[in-house]
């Protein structure tokens, strides 16, 4: 049994180096991680200064509903009802 895993992970690692793969794939796929990381890096630098209490009551509100707004994909129109009174 042993053997049939390696010669079945030998013959995976053989299909994969035939795959034909373009520097666009590559360049597409590091930029997609890339953004991810920043955005991760981004969303942990928010949450530290919401939990280290270093922000004010608005602005946590403000950053929270901002958070979940880019999480969600959606869009982010912050009013207020004394607004233009």
């Known amino acids: ?19 034909p793969i373009s520097s666009e794939k590559i360049s597409a796929k590091v ?17 530290s200064k919401v939990l280290s209490n270093k922000l004010s009551s608005e602005s946590i509100a403000d950053v929270v509903n ?3 707004c880019g999480i969600r994909n959606g869009s982010n129109n ?3 009802y004394t607004l233009n009174i």
Do not use: P, Y
């Open 31 to 47: 930029e997609t991680v890339f953004l991810n990381g920043c955005r991760r890096m981004a969303g942990l630098f928010i949450f």
């Open 78 to 80: 912050l009013s207020h």
């Open 66 to 68: 901002w958070l979940v």
């Open 1 to 19: 049994m042993r053997k049939d895993i390696l010669d079945s992970s030998n013959m995976s690692v053989l299909a994969i180096l035939q795959t």
